[in-house]
């Protein structure tokens, strides 16, 4: 995927590099298309497996206003024939971690199945090591991101080696501890840092930047999910690849 972004009108950014789809930064939570990706996000998830829709509008809009400094944020429409969003992609650069957080992807039913998803999930990417390079380093570490533990996806990417899931019971900030919903898995995709095994320590603060900084949790420790996850690291010196992912 092209890395180039270039303007489009008011209020966002057309990224080139996929044939025949255009790919737009959305910059100004004022724009129809902006109402039109959020919606299909609402559409797409659960309520507690979301962010609420102003919550959401108030990134974009911090965005706009330039309020925003180490912990970029992106959301991404890849318009369909009609010009509304066939897919959308949003995300949050961590630049404590060199990271990038994958926090939604969807795409309207009649689009599903054509591999969209992958392609407007490329542009997230670069867009995020356009962030870790802005931030001097000479690439990005790691794309993060969170799917259920069956997903088919995270397997394949597992079994060709281009994705990591993490060693440990991961909640996000949606849910309940032992509240019978699917299970999630949190994994990192290599870019630059290729390490399979992670310092304990590391793994923590990976934990705490996504869901303080990426799902801007006021007080993490005041979760019994998150306080779940740092206990059972506690006696680990390393957290290696789950498993149960094969």
Known sequence: MAAEMRRSGEGHLQLGGVPGRRIIEISDERETLAEEALRLIADSFPPHDRHPTYMLRGEIEEKRRGLLLDHNYHLLAMLGTDERPAAVVAGRYLAGLNAGFVT????????RGRKLGRQIRSALVEAFREDARGMGESDLAWVLGEVRLESPWLRMLFREGQAIPFDLTYYHPGMDLDDGTERYVLYRQPVLDERKVLPTDEVRQILY????RAYRVPYPLQRPTFRAMIEELEGRETVGAHPEVR
């Not at 939604?104 to 689009?111: D, K, V």
């Not at 930047?209 to 303080?212: G, P, S, T, Y």
């Open 209 to 212: 930047a996504i869901w303080r």
């Open 104 to 111: 939604y992807l969807a795409a309207r039913p009649e689009y």
